[in-house]
């Protein structure tokens, strides 16, 4: 790739880096080894020093994976550089090649983390070595290694150490094109809440040849109340939820049948179109319920039964009256008078990020397209924090993830050579543009 004369990004380079880091297994969730998470962490200090890293700090959080910063002194403004070496864990089933060798096939790279987040990595080292480690603008590096299992010891950095990550303009690198060769910024982020919702209909569990038929069995009334939050188009069902309109991209719905691997002669839920579904408005579902399992389950009513039902807030809308709102919902609906108990956990607000004309300047000019503009479900603990600490930086969402092909946090994950490459030199003429302003 070649379009500015002065930048091009070594491709070689960048998929040898990248095999070498898929290769090592850095899950860093309970039951799994330490080792590899240091291993990664010194393969990305190792990394960061043959980029001509000026400082490599390595930051330590007890029983976390170390956060690594490297700095590349530069005039003019400061830019963060944001990816991750931890991965999702990877369950033999259904992967057709082991999942921590990495095996390239039509232009992809075959691996866990090959494509969330090491592609992210090696997309920054490369925009790093196209100035041969002497960028045009003062350069940050942050590749943390605690992301994927929710306690992202980074967002402490934030809190003890504000001047290490103090930036100018975010780069988060953890996100992807909604389809391969298709430039994308991601320009919002929902929010996110959660309710226990817990219901009481006996003392105890009854024998259900004795009782069943007269005694109220809490699941059943549970599985009523869930019903009530959609109508039967599959559309939210709750008053008083503030949704809009999406004035981006449109997702076109063959797409979005085939990305999100929709099932032949399944219907979609929801009416409209589908950007306005899923990035615009609320939207309800069910992650867990406590419910004896199908093996072994014996033959009682029911006395109690819990579930837990996730909200998703588009921007715009406030969480607090949101989770409210899908509160008097279902304490209105309950049915047969059972007893309830709802437990409203707290909420991420949602976030809506103002364009930086310079990085879709440079990601339209590295795809050689025009950009879109799309909402994300990613980052939003990171987002959110680094706003809440660092107000007046500039945030760019973008990656090597494609939502068509990369499967993250699926089996047979795999990450597009190209796309990497290309965000690399989109990074590459984004720090040259930020130099010239
Ligand atoms: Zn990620």
Known sequence: MHVDQALTVDRERLQSDLERLVAIP??????????????????????????????????DVPGEAPTLVA?????GPTVLLYSHYDVQPAPADGWET???TPT??????????????????????????????????HVKLVVEGSEENGRQALLGVVDEQPDLLRADVMVIADNGNWKVGEPTLSQTLRGHGKLVVTLR??????????????APDALL?????????????????????????????????PDFRRQARVLDGVALVGSGAISDRVWARHAISVLGLDAPPVEGAGNIVIPEARAKIA?????????????AAVERHVRANVPWGAR????????????????????????????????????????????????????????????????????????????????????????ALLLKELSST
């Open 26 to 59: 850095s899950i860093a969730f309970e039951g799994y080894p330490r080792e590899p998470l240091d291993e990664a962490a010194d393969l990305v200090e190792e990394l960061l020093r043959d980029a001509r890293a000026a400082q490599i700090q390595r930051v």
């Open 311 to 323: 909200v998703r807030v588009p921007p715009g809308a406030d969480p607090v009256q949101s989770l």
């Open 221 to 253: 009334a549970l599985n009523r109340l869930i019903a009530t939050l959609h109508n039967d188009d599959g559309s939210v069902a709750v008053q008083g939820l503030q949704d809009g309109d999406w004035d981006g991209t449109e997702w076109p719905e």
């Open 340 to 427: 309830i108990d709802v437990v409203v956990e707290p909420a991420s607000t949602p976030i809506a990020l103002p364009a930086l004309p310079e990085a879709e300047r440079a990601l339209e000019q590295a795809f050689g397209k025009p950009v879109a503009r799309m909402g994300s479900g990613g980052s939003v603990p990171l987002v959110a924090k680094l706003r809440a600490a660092y107000p007046d930086a500039s945030f760019v969402l973008w990656g090597a993830q494609d939502s068509d092909l990369a499967r993250i946090h699926a089996a047979n994950e795999s990450v597009d050579l190209g796309e990497i490459a290309g965000i690399a030199l989109a990074e």
């Open 104 to 137: 390239v096939k039509d232009g992809r790279v075959y691996g866990r983390g090959a494509a969330d987040d090491k592609s992210g990595i090696v997309a920054h080292l490369a925009a790093l070595r196209a100035f041969d480690g002497a960028p045009p603008v």
């Open 98 to 100: 082991d999942p921590f």
């Open 201 to 214: 209909t006996l003392d105890g569990a009854l024998h259900s040849g004795h009782f069943g038929g007269a």
């Open 71 to 75: 700095d590349f002194p530069g005039a």
